[in-house]
């Protein structure tokens, strides 16, 4: 081999060392650290003791673990189904030039646009019991039997802030199949009309297979989205009423720096990265699969 | 080739979202808000008949950090004041203040504490919370400003045991308050209504409220301690102080029949009479206070504290009264906070933070604060004619005290804390849970104290 063709062979590497070496240090360091302080009964001040698995043993037997972890799952069943749906329907409407199509596709994104805290104040003000806008309106109508506590009620609480995220959601589905729609060649949908097809069959035989990249992504970001879920409860119940709205990330951020069982939190963290990893497997067998198809 | 390109972005994306789950990367967004330094400005009138100016030498600032967590309007305003005074004596010194909001202060602290470059000054609680600090070695030994500043005589007793440690001073106490059950008088008027002294006389007048259309008790439970009020009154005035703080301490048992009483015969009567707001859980204490100040609800179990929300234009017509006395037999206890501040173990500029402590703890600034905030001063040379007759009434109400505790969250240990205001905020919502509820904090106390 010449000096040349080893100097090529290396370049991509020399390359990526920087990054990598970064990805090490920050990424990959302090997740095999976390999982050791899992394993410890570190307060955050103290010395961490090794302590095996007693922080994951009481895990399995803390009540607060399963109500995050089906609150989690909650979220992820809302959030692949509701604005999977509703961000796909609102696509096929709005891809095609009707007049303020663009300023309808603005408004829906605009929730993304800001931040998760802001989102959470404004829907906690919406739903303030006593002169919040929902209940203000209910009572206006007549409708005084619908007022809840939305935040306050343990039955309630949860889904009222699922919806808070949902419509956050639906704009940022709505532009990834809108992206989706651009890249699927017009000939095909004109040839499914040349043979017959009416408007659902054409959605349903050509469209929608041709999007399946795009739900994919959609569906993995979506449960990626609803397992780190964090901001909306942290800012607008703290996991309250008692721990009935808690999630896995806010139930490990109030165990690690509200009580200072920064090894119990760790524990936490673990299993949800865990939960996360087997997501993140499902969908990268996934895309290299495709990627074997070229 | 679209395809790839997608692949690619879904990639990305993965990644981004990777890293932002990832379990260390969890960063705690603490809202700090910088007061903005406003340099001091020093006007040197320079003598005309001077000739010569030698060219004076540049003194090097130095920096002195100083994190508080008085986030309430006055509050904040009294603590970039008194920062500025202390501007003004000490030229040389630049403070850089950041007022954290009081909840993240608390969960921050000990990312500060720990950090290589701690802030010099902080606030936070006396008692145990400070002990804990104090015997991990992360504040400041200030034995040293205590003689110093002559405080050994100029601070109470019970002020200089919440700051020691075997008998080295790491705190300096600065301002205390009581707990009591606030109340607008003219609601009571309009009822014919007297503030009651009994338990009985207490409930008397909560029906009386009710069958008004006046919600009797207000209390926003969101962040849970406002409930913890409850309990520890309950507690002290039915089982008394000292059978209250060894419960703190985890020395007593939750599942002890007495505990229970207090859920079954005091709290749940009034749960189930309706005596409290309406959906409390969905509000902060601010916002429960609101109900008072529009008129729809009378009272207010609360720290002395719920002066500086109150509306200036209603001053006039908020009162309070001791909580009632369950049983006479029972010696009194009150809860007390004590606030105040320390330096940290690790502080980069120990010689500022001690002159900056000496001057908070100066009977000047002791003063200074009895005056913008109405707060009680723990220092006995502080003019107490400033304070208005309400709060004659309670520096009175807390010298007749057997016993002054903390508050909950203070006086046991902040893991404690968490589940038993869970507890409370559970038995709320479903009073008939409680045997089940108080298995589980008995559980908790056993892991906790038992394992020490």
């Not at chain 1, 619908?146 to 709505?174: E, F, P, T």
């Not at chain 1, 524990?267 to 290299?288: D, K």
């Not at chain 2, 503030?195 to 069958?211: G, I």
């Not at chain 2, 908070?360 to 502080?382: C, D, I």
């Amino acid at each position: 081999m010449t000096r040349s063709r080893i100097l090529s062979r290396l370049t991509p590497y020399l390359f990526l060392i920087v990054p990598l070496v970064i990805y090490l240090i920050w990424i990959i360091g302090p997740t095999f650290y976390t999982f050791y302080l899992s394993l410890t009964d570190w307060d955050g001040l103290s010395t961490p003791n090794f302590i095996g698995w007693r922080n994951y043993l009481k895990l399995f037997r803390d009540p607060v673990f399963y109500t995050s972890l089906k609150n989690n799952l909650k979220w992820v069943v809302s959030f692949i189904t509701i604005p999977v749906a509703a961000g796909l329907a609102l696509a096929m409407a709005l891809n095609r030039n009707i007049p303020g199509e663009k300023i309808i596709k603005a408004s829906l994104y605009s929730p993304m646009v800001l931040s998760l805290v802001v989102g959470g104040l404004m829907w906690s003000w919406m739903y303030h019991p006593a002169s919040g806008l929902i209940n203000s309106m209910l009572r206006l109508v007549g409708l005084d039997v619908l007022a809840q506590g939305w935040l306050s009620d343990k039955n309630l609480v949860m889904w009222a802030i699922i919806i808070v995220a949902i419509w956050r959601q639906v704009g940022y589905v709505m532009v990834l199949y809108l992206a989706g729609l651009q890249s699927i060649d017009p000939s095909l949908v004109d040839a499914s009309k040349v043979d017959g097809a009416s408007g659902w069959q054409t959605f349903q035989h050509v469209i929608f297979p041709l999007l399946a990249p795009v739900t994919v992504i959609v569906v993995v970001v979506s449960i990626i989205d609803s397992l780190r879920a964090f901001d909306l409860v942290s800012v607008m119940t703290r996991g309250g009423p008692y721990n009935s709205s808690s999630v896995l990330a806010n139930f490990m951020y109030i165990e690690a720096f509200n009580n200072y069982k920064m090894g119990y939190g760790a524990a936490i963290a673990t299993i949800l990265f865990l939960i996360s990893l087997v997501f993140i497997f499902i969908y990268l067998w996934r895309i290299l699969q495709t990627e074997m198809e070229y | 080739m679209k395809r790839i390109s997608f692949t690619l972005l879904a990639i990305v994306t993965m990644l981004g979202i990777l890293i932002a789950c990832g379990p260390t990367t969890v960063t705690v967004e603490v809202p700090v808000e910088q007061t903005v330094e406003v340099p001091v400005e020093q006007t040197v009138e320079v003598p005309v008949e001077m000739t010569v100016e030698v060219p004076g030498e540049v003194v090097e600032k130095s920096i002195l950090i100083y994190n508080s967590m008085h986030g309430d309007p006055l509050p904040r305003e009294a603590d970039e004041e008194l920062v500025q005074m202390f501007e003004e004596e000490y030229p040389n010194v630049d403070v850089v203040h950041s007022i954290v909001a009081h909840e993240d202060f608390k969960q921050a602290i000990r990312a500060y504490l720990t950090a290589s470059t701690p802030p010099d000054v902080m606030t936070w609680f006396a008692g145990n919370r400070a002990r804990f600090f104090i015997d991990k070695g992360l504040i400041m030994d200030i034995s040293d400003v205590w003689e110093q500043e002559g405080w050994n005589e100029d601070y109470a007793k019970g002020f200089r045991a919440l700051s020691s440690v075997d008998d080295k001073q790491y705190f300096v106490p600065t301002s205390w308050y009581w707990w009591a059950v606030y109340y607008r008088p003219s609601i009571f008027e309009q009822y014919g209504l007297e503030p009651p002294q009994t338990w009985d006389e207490f409930l008397q007048v909560c029906e009386t409220l009710k069958q008004n259309g006046v919600t009797p008790i207000t209390i926003g439970t969101k962040y849970r301690w406002t409930a913890a009020a409850w309990f520890d009154y309950f507690n002290m005035r039915v089982n008394g102080p000292e059978f209250h703080i060894n419960l703190m301490l985890g020395t007593e048992s939750y599942t002890d029949p007495r505990v229970k009483t207090i859920f079954t015969d005091y709290w749940a009567p009034l749960i189930e009479n309706e005596y409290f707001i309406e959906d409390a859980a969905a509000y902060s204490w601010q916002e429960g206070l609101q109900f008072m100040i529009d008129g729809d609800a009378a009272m207010y179990l609360m720290g002395d504290f719920i002066r500086d929300s109150f509306p200036d234009e209603l001053e006039d017509d908020l009162d309070f009264f001791q909580f009632p006395i369950i049983d006479p037999s029972v010696p009194i206890g009150e809860d007390a906070p004590t606030d105040g501040y320390f330096i940290a173990a690790n502080a980069q500029q120990p010689e500022e933070a001690k002159a900056f402590l000496a001057f908070l703890g100066s009977v000047e600034m002791q003063q200074y604060f009895a005056e913008k905030l109405g707060r009680l001063s723990t220092h006995n040379e502080v003019d107490i004619s400033v304070f208005s007759a309400q709060q004659q009434k309670g520096i009175e109400m807390m010298q007749t005290a057997d016993y002054v505790a903390q508050f909950y969250d203070r006086d046991t240990t902040p893991e404690m804390a968490d589940e038993g205001m869970n507890g409370f905020m559970e038995f709320w919502d479903d009073p008939v849970s409680i045997d089940d509820i108080l298995a589980r904090l008995e559980q908790t106390r056993q892991e906790i104290f038992e394992s020490e």
